[in-house]
């Protein structure tokens, strides 16, 4: 029976092997998940954008392409084929260029060998093979022997009666053997250059017929080449003439004409912007524009600006430190001297759970092992249903990440030593410090803004809730008030201060809205006092939640070495529990893996999974123009053009005032609630009950009568009201 190996897996993808064991290779995929996850690696890899060849020469090669190639011909000793693939298992450049050429070898050797016109001339050329060269057969041996040579050939070695006939004769079948048959010899050159010289006349007078001015062209050409010439024959005249004249000390006066025909040709310089920069020379400023059509960055993940001017030095490192932290940048650590970093790294101290980073040189997330230590810089991310917990020990803080949550561990600034940038999610932060009269200090950013957060006592809790915008207008872009947040605090006391140094105190139960530091020029938040402690906030009502029960089930699908994007699209899309589907569809939201959420949307069974992906989708769409561009490339490789253009639309979203006194979009919505993609059903129904703020009783999942039938009574309601909500 055929083992699983790296080898068999590429010949069953490359369908190359014979039926039973197709079969068998089948059946062992389809019991391990491990084979499954290397077939989705496989394909990924294959197809990835950008993915640099492997290295065939120097320190960095892999493995010799010589063995590459024994491998993939079976030609290996047996006890090197666990190590050849062992080697190609831990490089994906690797793994993509042997399963690449598997795959174009099978394309080769599948089709019939044609020998080239060049080959058989060539051939034929060599003439015959002298007798000393040719292979004996034995006279005795047991096999009938065919020739498959012409007669004259085969006979030519016989002895003749007449030597001397017997020679020539030889000669004239050897010559006449050997000449190049006249179909396969070259034409003359006249003949073949005759067809070509009329086909590129053919196209010079069609140029000439279809553009009156290209002979007025080619003159203008001439005229400019030829005044080329005596222009540079003039300037190394006036170029003699000129030194000739400065060389005598009291003549300036050619110099300040230089001077000041050059004056003349330079333009005036441009007026600067606000911000001190410069526009580029001829170029006019452009008008301010509003704050409220400024496009915001992807929050969290490019750097958090610093005001250089409120700089202060940063205490509890050495003098020597002080201005290398001072100077790097926020999302690059590298700067930044080794001691320093060393000193100030996050400890994750969760046993359980699963947290993961972003690998910059693989570009892939991986799981953080449990209690192993981040470096300042470092984006990560905890997974829904799981608590992380991170220790700050410069900061004085343990940060409890809750659920779903994204963010970057920041570098020293002038808000604390220890810090974090929140792209997303839920956090509670509480002093470490055991003393009663502990204090802790962290950074918190939330996009562009920097703020500090002091704990005034040992007992201070608070919790830190960050959500993103979702868009409801087609291809509108967030500005800087991107998201929604809110500080509560549960108990003790807090200081909030903001980059210009403006404190508020925050008491016991009481909860403050951060509002961008652009917005609060005119606005400024107060504290608020709250009726009651959000769920998410206590860990007793945490552990009811109904996702909590697969969280064990769920963490046995990571392993450390293993890139989460390939594991998490494996189970959503081969998983047979929704639960389990839908936590793997928040995970690929986590990381912001477009390709695998629209992949997702569009071939996961389960429909918790396909609204997660749904979710996900919509929190990044608004934050970067470049996703919606590559949202919708990834669309147009699973559906036609026609329905992948509705589910770009439904992505986007809609207003109350686009359903409003109007029938176009309403009945745009039940049209897709029509569609045979049950996705497209799906995400029509999901913006008719939200545009509403009621359930309909439209099943996507359900029988096609049922749904023409619903979809018919909503038209009507739609013509009687006209639109989906009344006018006023």
């Known amino acids: 029976m055929m083992r699983l190996t790296l080898r068999t897996l590429l010949a069953y993808l490359d369908d190359v092997l014979s039926p039973a064991d197709t079969q068998n290779i089948g059946q062992k995929i389809q019991e391990s998940p491990m084979a499954q996850l290397l077939v989705s690696r496989i394909r990924e890899v294959m197809r990835r954008r950008r993915l640099k060849a492997p290295e065939v020469f120097g320190p960095e090669m892999g493995i010799d392409p010589n063995i590459v190639a024994q491998y993939l011909d079976n030609a ?94 030889s000669r004239f079948e050897d010559e006449r053997i050997t000449a190049v048959p006249d179909y396969l010899k070259p034409a003359p050159w006249p003949k073949r250059l005759f067809p070509s010289m009329i086909v590129v006349l053919l196209v010079v007078v069609c140029a000439v017929i279809l553009t009156p001015g290209l002979w007025t062209g080619f003159q203008q050409a001439n005229i400019e080449m030829q005044r080329k010439v005596v222009r540079e024959k003039n300037e190394t005249t006036d170029t003699a003439d000129q030194d000739v004249v400065l060389s005598e000390p009291m003549q300036a006066t050619p110099e300040v004409a230089v001077v000041e025909r050059e004056s003349v040709i330079l333009p005036e310089p441009a007026a600067p912007h606000s911000d001190g920069s410069k526009l580029p020379d001829g170029l006019d400023p452009a008008p301010p524009k509003d704050d409220s059509d400024l496009p915001m960055p992807k929050p969290g993940l490019d750097k958090v600006a610093a005001d250089s001017n409120n700089k202060v030095p940063i205490p509890a490192l050495p003098a020597k430190d002080v201005a290398a932290v001072e100077t790097a940048p926020a999302a690059k650590s590298a700067t930044l001297p080794q001691e320093v970093l060393s000193d100030l790294q996050v400890a994750y101290t969760s046993n359980e759970g699963v947290v993961i980073k972003l690998d910059d040189d693989r570009r892939h997330w991986f799981m953080v092992p449990h209690r192993s230590e981040l470096k300042p810089g470092e984006i990560i991310a905890n997974l829904e249903p799981f608590d992380g917990v991170l220790e700050l020990d410069k900061a004085g803080v343990r940060v409890t990440m809750v659920g779903e949550t994204v963010g970057q561990l920041l570098l020293p600034s002038e808000a604390a030593l220890q810090g ?107 504290p608020m006092v709250f009726p009651s402690v959000p769920d998410w906030c206590e860990a007793g009502k945490r552990r009811m939640q109904p996702l909590r029960r697969y969280q064990s089930i769920f963490e046995k699908s990571f392993a450390v070495d293993q890139p989460v994007e390939q594991t998490m699209l494996t189970l959503v899309k081969n998983s047979k529990n929704p639960k389990i589907a839908e936590l793997a569809a928040r995970c690929l939201s986590a990381t912001d893996n477009c390709a695998a959420l629209v992949e997702t949307l569009a071939e996961c069974p389960h429909e918790e999974a396909r609204f997660a992906a749904r979710d996900g989708i919509r929190q990044s769409l608004p934050m970067n123009a470049s996703y919606g561009t590559l949202l919708k490339a990834e669309l147009e490789t699973h559906y036609p053009p026609a329905d992948a253009d509705a589910v770009f639309r439904m992505l986007w979203g809609f207003s109350r005032d686009d359903v409003k006194g109007a029938k176009i979009t309403p009945l745009m919505l039940t049209n897709w609630m029509r569609s045979t993609r049950l996705e497209i059903r799906e995400l029509a129904d999901y913006w008719v009950e939200r545009l509403t703020g009621r359930k309909t009783e439209y099943r996507a999942s359900g029988a096609e009568t049922q749904r023409d039938a619903q979809v018919k009574r909503l038209e009507e309601q739609i013509e009687r009201d006209n639109g989906l909500i009344k006018g006023p």
């Open 76 to 169: 290996l000793p047996a006890d090197q084929y666990a190590d050849v693939e062992r080697v190609l298992l831990a490089s994906d450049e690797m793994l993509a260029e042997t399963a690449a050429c598997h795959q174009v070898l099978t394309l080769i050797l599948g089709e019939t060998t044609e020998v080239s016109d060049g080959s058989r001339e060539r051939l034929y050329a060599l003439g015959p093979v002298e007798v000393s060269s040719q292979l004996a057969v034995p006279n005795d041996t047991s096999l009938t022997i065919k020739s498959h040579t012409p007669e004259s050939i085969s006979t030519r070695n016989v002895p003749a009666a007449n030597p001397g006939e017997a020679g020539k004769s």
């Open 420 to 526: 974090i940038n929140v792209v997303r999610g839920r956090m509670i932060l509480q002093t470490s410090r055991q003393e009663e009269n502990g204090h802790g200090t962290i950074g918190i950013a939330i996009g562009e803004d920097l703020w500090k957060l002091d704990l005034l006592s040992g007992d201070t809790v608070c919790g830190l809730e960050v959500t993103v915008r979702e868009p409801s207008q087609f291809q509108k872009l967030n500005d800087y008030q991107w998201y929604v947040a809110t500080l509560y605090v549960t108990s003790g006391d807090a200081r909030w201060t903001n980059r210009a140094g403006i404190v508020q105190e925050i008491g016991q139960f009481s909860a403050l809205n951060i509002i961008p530091e652009r917005a609060a020029a005119t606005v400024r938040s107060v």
